[in-house]
């Protein structure tokens, strides 16, 4: 009788560590999908960052380039020989 209880509870505390271990087993899954998912986002998103700043870069450069060429032209016509 001793035997069969023990045994009972032994089988139900062992089911219950095993369920226990599924559920933890499935959430470490899902967090590992997620991670994933989320390191493809930051990926694509320094990739996009970049882009951006060699946009922004050529950009400057062209404004600069426009501001040097005005401030020549404006120099050429502010000459006045003496």
């Not at 023990?6 to 226990?20: G, I, M, P, Q, Y």
Request: aromatic fraction near 4%; include cysteine.
């Amino acid at each position: 009788m001793i035997k069969e209880t023990f045994d009972e509870v032994n089988d139900k505390f062992l089911s219950s560590v095993v369920k226990r271990l599924e559920i933890i087993e499935c959430n470490i899954f899902h967090q590992t999908k997620e991670i994933e998912s989320l390191h493809c986002q930051i990926t694509s998103k320094d990739k996009e960052l970049q882009d951006l700043k060699t946009k922004l870069n050529d950009s400057e450069k062209r404004t600069a380039e426009i501001l040097n060429n005005h401030e020549q032209h404006s120099r050429r016509n502010n000459f006045s020989p003496q």
